[in-house]
T-cell receptor, first 113, second 112 residues
Framework: NAGVMQNPRHLVRRRGQEARLRCSPM?????VYWYRQLPEEGLKFMVY????????ESGMPKERFSAEFPKEGPSILRIQQVVRGDSAAYFC???????????FGPGTRLTVT | GESVGLHLPTLSVQEGDNSIINCAYS??????FIWYKQESGKGPQFIID?????DKRQGQRVTVLLNKTVKHLSLQIAATQPGDSAVYFC???????????FGQGTTLQVKP
């Protein structure tokens, strides 16, 4: 059973470009979470999704950021018009249910130049 | 300009000694608590969890203690090994919010 998969592992974007981060949850997991981690800091919750639904996006910036988890395919975190402050590691986690452990992917390291 | 990030607390132990990593949480409605280990360049790895109705749980070489009175969680690692060197995060989960809230993290350094 493969773990949570994220790609790309590293992404470099110039200011103003778009970044698309993909996350494939573990098999059988229908809950996906996105977190952001700045250097030397803990993970900060961004958004919680189930298939085709956004359950909680309270941690997501109001502008430029969006997330989806379509019926088919991976979950996508999209950052439009990236700025240097978006540089961080973005982690995806999945779980089989609400009250259960979350399993993390290896992360995507976004660098904005 | 240069940005200054938070400096994680560091615990340095000798190989073979026991390690105790502490964590405080604030949400008294949390349902359960998890310890994660994060190695450099990798995602957090689940270590052990504990339900809010328990005060102790043991795994292989690890023990988690929960003190709800003072909202304190600790992770004990027995016979610490070099491979235990990593950043350790506690996280608390509330079914009301569905969110996992991470603590600051502690860097564990194991000296051979």
């Amino acid at each position: 059973n493969a773990g949570v998969m994220q790609n790309p592992r590293h992404l470099v974007r110039r200011r103003g470009q778009e970044a698309r981060l993909r996350c494939s949850p573990m098999k059988g997991h229908s809950h996906v979470y996105w977190y952001r981690q700045l250097p030397e800091e803990g993970l900060k919750f961004m958004v919680y999704l189930q298939k085709e639904n956004i359950i909680d996006e309270s941690g997501m910036p109001k502008e430029r950021f969006s997330a989806e988890f379509p019926k088919e395919g991976p979950s996508i975190l999209r950052i439009q018009q990236v700025v240097r402050g978006d540089s961080a590691a973005y982690f995806c986690a999945s779980s089989p249910g609400t009250i259960s452990g979350q399993y993390f992917g290896p992360g995507t390291r976004l660098t904005v130049t | 300009g240069e940005s200054v990030g938070l400096h994680l607390p560091t615990l340095s132990v000798q190989e073979g000694d026991n390690s105790i990593i502490n964590c405080a949480y604030s949400n008294s409605a949390s349902d359960y608590f998890i310890w994660y280990k994060q190695e450099s360049g990798k995602g957090p790895q689940f270590i052990i969890d504990i339900r809010s109705n328990m005060d102790k749980r043991q795994g292989q070489r690890v023990t988690v203690l929960l003190n709800k009175t003072v909202k304190h969680l600790s992770l004990q690692i027995a016979a610490t090994q070099p491979g235990d060197s990593a950043v350790y995060f506690c996280a608390d989960f509330s079914s009301n919010t569905g969110k996992l809230i991470f603590g600051q993290g502690t860097t564990l350094q194991v000296k051979p």
